[in-house]
């Protein structure tokens, strides 16, 4: 059998970013061995990297080659050396290209808690057991690309402006994903809005009733977001699939994330148009940023960074096998008591980011069970777009 040939343009940014990715890439070359693929990395800048040595915080030709890519991973961009207001450039500009450039309209922001981390979490155990929901998080309309957005001066001081603006088809695409996923999992999606007080949100509102009629199967309710802000920690065992807005959905999930116990532990997924099979080219990154109070000191968790790696084998590459043994290596690691600092507690072993990554790699080395992804099956969101 040819071996499968799989171009990845690596971007590891800024702060902890390129710490975590080299562990990603650790874990990927055990894939290699293990699931008969062949991976192409492409380094390249982005974030506060790239502005210190192009003035840029994405160029287009790095633009252009993860076009041309099977799949993008992202660690992180940002940090306080280009965090002036004033500056003409900012690294998140990177990412929000990255993001717009490759039509990249659904965020997946999986969120499960591990019976060995109850400790780690800020909630009791009685509330995060069983939690495991998914939002999908629109990603490239709302607040964060309305125009106008911009400040300005007159006569009465001071004026700012952002626009939340949707169009219908925005909102039904990223609905699509939502419902497929539903369908792939408990079937109950939950529609995050505030459609008491927007219009755009009232516009969602009525798109996801319309989409919802081709999905009967899938049982869907309407959630004001404050309300969802308080469920998340009430009772998120409840959530199986939620979607919302860019803004939305950016603040959601973190929340969500410190129910875990870390931010540190969140994979994503970013997806745009997808082929019949369900795949298609998508970025991956972990829902922490760039950390730099821990940068370079080797403590960062590079498990949200595997995780995403694991995302990108199963939405990009059509390997559902080897993300799920990814994942169920992540798992073994934690159930042995290994920990970065983030998610330490009494009577387990603290290790650095290289030992957690070692780690990992070498359960997934160790694990049984198929060795090749022989039929590539639908993995994605959708194989019907
Ligand atoms: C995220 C981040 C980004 C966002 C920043 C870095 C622009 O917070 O991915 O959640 O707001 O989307
Ligand atoms: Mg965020």
């Not at 001071?158 to 792939?184: G, K, P, W």
């Not at 990814?326 to 603290?350: C, F, N």
Request: proline residues 6%; charged residues 25%; positive net charge.
């Amino acid at each position: 059998m040819q071996t499968r040939v799989c171009r990845i343009i690596v971007l590891p940014g800024d702060g902890i970013g390129p710490e975590v990715m080299a562990e990603a890439l650790r874990v990927l070359q055990v894939v290699e061995r293990r699931f008969g693929v062949r991976f192409e990395f492409h380094e390249d800048l982005i974030g506060g990297a790239c502005i210190d040595r192009y003035g840029v915080a994405l160029r287009p030709e790095t633009l252009e080659r993860c076009r041309r890519a099977h799949a993008v991973l992202l660690g992180a961009v940002g940090g306080p050396r280009w965090d002036d207001p004033r500056a003409p450039v900012r690294p998140e500009q990177g990412l929000l290209t990255l993001r717009k450039g490759l039509g990249l309209f659904a965020n997946l922001r999986p969120v499960q808690t591990y019976p060995w981390l109850q400790e780690a979490s800020p909630l009791r155990p009685d509330v995060t057991r069983d939690v495991d929901f998914i939002v999908v998080r629109e990603l490239t309309g709302g607040l964060y690309f309305g125009r106008p957005q911009r400040q300005w001066q007159n006569r009465r001081g001071r004026q700012a402006v952002d626009t939340l603006r949707y169009s219908e088809a925005e909102i039904r695409r990223v609905l699509r994903v939502a419902f497929e996923l539903a369908r792939q999992r408990r079937r109950r999606l939950t529609s995050v809005d505030k459609a008491n007080v927007l219009a755009s949100s009232r516009l969602w509102r009525a798109i996801a009733e319309e989409v919802a009629r081709a999905y009967p199967d899938v049982e869907l309710r309407h959630m004001l977001v404050d309300t969802c802000a308080m469920q998340l920690v009430r009772r998120p065992a409840d959530f199986d699939v939620l979607v919302t807005e860019n803004m939305f959905g950016d603040i959601l999930t973190d929340e969500a994330a410190a129910l875990t116990g870390s931010l540190g532990l969140l994979p994503s997924a970013s997806l745009g148009r997808r082929r019949r099979d369900g795949t298609g080219l998508g970025l991956y990154e972990p829902v922490h940023g760039s950390a730099p109070d821990i940068a370079g000191r080797g403590v960062a968790n590079p498990i949200g960074m595997i995780l995403s790696a694991a995302l990108m084998l199963r939405y990009s590459l059509g390997l559902p096998q080897a993300a799920e043994a990814v994942e169920r290596a992540v798992a073994a690691v934690l159930a042995a008591g290994y920990r970065t600092p983030d998610i330490a507690s009494t009577g387990t072993t603290v290790v650095d980011t290289t030992t957690m990554g070692e780690r990992i790699a070498a359960a997934l080395e160790e694990s049984d069970g198929e060795t090749a992804d022989k039929v590539p099956r639908p993995s994605g969101p959708s194989g019907s777009r």
